[in-house]
């Protein structure tokens, strides 16, 4: 994240704007450009734009900064780590809600179809994700093929745990709960 809120730093340098002029160009507070470019939070995506088109950053060059923009929200830690050490659905579904960000559930839903309610389920851990639908989720979000491999592999040990749970709650007459994919 430091790095592309200095990246905004430095276009805005180049323009060779003040933060007061560039609020003027962008419509937000010079405050909140500041902020922008801290360091201690990335800005959101208007923000962003914002402060880019202020600095007469081309439109043409928009989509490049959002890929930047997208991949500086992703979550600092190593996401294959994560599904790797994953023990839980609800450490599946936080690894893959650390992918999918910035993106809110709405736009999740649009992307994808799936409701957001389910996609919610998923990453809070209460829903088991079906694996195609799963897939089709993580490929929306533009994972990486390492990152795809790394989530699948996640599901596929999960499931084949809460089998053996199940069948040896089964074997020793405790009820299971049953729940929808």
Same mark, same amino acid.
């Given at each position: 994240?430091?790095? $592309?809120?200095?990246?905004? *730093? *430095? %276009? &805005? &340098?180049?323009?060779?704007?003040? @933060?007061?002029? #560039?609020?003027? &160009?962008?419509? @937000?507070?010079?405050? *909140?450009?500041? !902020?922008?470019?801290?360091?201690?939070?990335?800005?959101?995506?208007?923000?962003?734009?914002? @402060?880019? &088109?202020?600095? +007469?950053?081309? =439109?043409?060059?928009?989509?490049?900064?959002?890929?930047?923009?997208? *991949?500086?929200? !992703?979550?600092?830690?190593?996401?294959?780590?994560?599904?790797?050490?994953?023990?839980?659905?609800?450490?599946?579904?936080?690894?893959?809600?650390? #992918?999918?960000?910035?993106?809110?559930?709405?736009?999740?839903?649009?992307?994808?179809?799936?409701?957001?309610?389910?996609?919610?389920?998923? $990453?809070?851990?209460?829903?088991?994700?079906?694996?195609? !639908?799963?897939?089709?989720?993580? !490929?929306?979000?533009?994972?990486?093929?390492?990152?795809?491999?790394? %989530?699948?592999?996640?599901?596929?040990? #999960?499931?084949?745990?809460?089998? +053996?749970?199940? /069948?040896?709650?089964?074997?020793? +007459?405790?009820? /299971?709960?049953?729940?929808? =994919?």
């Amino acid at each position: 994240m430091e790095d $592309f809120t200095a990246a905004l *730093q *430095q %276009v &805005r &340098r180049h323009a060779g704007l003040s @933060y007061r002029r #560039l609020a003027e &160009r962008a419509h @937000y507070s010079h405050p *909140q450009l500041i !902020r922008a470019t801290s360091g201690k939070q990335l800005p959101t995506w208007d923000v962003t734009a914002a @402060y880019l &088109r202020g600095c +007469g950053v081309p =439109a043409d060059l928009m989509p490049v900064w959002r890929r930047r923009w997208e *991949q500086a929200s !992703r979550d600092p830690r190593d996401i294959v780590l994560l599904l790797e050490s994953a023990e839980s659905l609800e450490d599946l579904g936080a690894a893959v809600a650390a #992918l999918a960000r910035p993106r809110s559930l709405r736009a999740l839903e649009q992307e994808t179809g799936i409701p957001r309610t389910t996609i919610q389920a998923w $990453f809070q851990g209460t829903r088991r994700a079906g694996p195609d !639908r799963l897939d089709h989720l993580v !490929r929306s979000v533009g994972a990486t093929p390492e990152e795809r491999s790394a %989530v699948a592999r996640a599901a596929h040990r #999960l499931s084949a745990e809460r089998v +053996g749970t199940s /069948r040896d709650r089964i074997s020793s +007459g405790t009820p /299971r709960p049953v729940r929808a =994919a």
